[in-house]
Each structure stands twice: as C-alpha cells, then as structure tokens.
C-alpha cells in the first residue's frame, strides 16, 4: 500500500432509514483521483452490514495508521490525512464506532 495525500474511507449501512446509502455500495474499487489543490486522494467504500467487508475496511485503516507512524519515526512528520465516513443513520455511527473498538 502506498500513501498518498488523503484517504476516504466510508462505511455504508444498505438497510439504514431511506437506504440512500445503498448506492455507495455501487462503488466496489478503491478510487484515485487528484484533488483541486494538486494532492493525490484515494476513496473507498465498504459495507458497514457485511462482517468480512466492515472488517477489511477496519485494516486498511490500520495499515495506513502503521504506515503513518513510520513516516512519523522517519521524517518527524507525516503529509496524510485520513477522513472515515458512515453513510447511514445515528444507529450506523455508534454500530462502527462499537465495532471499530471491539477489533
């Protein structure tokens, strides 16, 4: 894995209130695309219901916290940023925020 300027990650629970969030789950590779700005951005989408999809996406969270913190160790800082969304109601949030806790 290569880091690049900004990650996305967004969980998204398909059977949430209008189930709006159902069509992220349309979007089933990761996504590179430069921001506005010149940086370099990676978007990627999992489903929040499905145990092995949810927990992959809890990986490479930490894969890119490990890679982090080595850029940290090695230059004394680090040009990443991480950005998690969950796309579903109250209830989606405090489901990854306890599953999230629990892996």
């Given at each position: 894995m290569i880091l690049k300027d900004t990650?996305?990650?967004?969980?998204?629970?398909?059977?949430?209130?209008?189930r709006k969030a159902?069509?992220?789950?349309?979007?089933t590779e990761r996504k590179e695309f430069q921001l506005p700005n010149g940086t370099s951005?990676?978007?990627q989408v999992f489903n929040l219901v499905e145990k092995r999809d949810?927990?992959?996406?809890f990986r490479i969270i930490?894969?890119?916290q490990q890679k982090m913190q080595k850029?940290?160790?090695l230059m004394g800082f680090t040009q990443t940023t991480?950005?998690?969304?969950?796309?579903?109601?109250?209830?989606s949030l405090c489901?990854?925020?306890?599953?999230?806790?629990?892996?």
């Open positions: 990650w996305v990650i967004m969980f998204a629970n398909p059977l949430s209130g209008s159902k069509k992220w789950l349309k979007v951005a990676v978007f949810r927990e992959r996406g930490v894969e890119i850029e940290m160790e991480v950005i998690v969304l969950v796309a579903g109601g109250d209830g489901n990854l925020l306890l599953q999230a806790k629990a892996n």
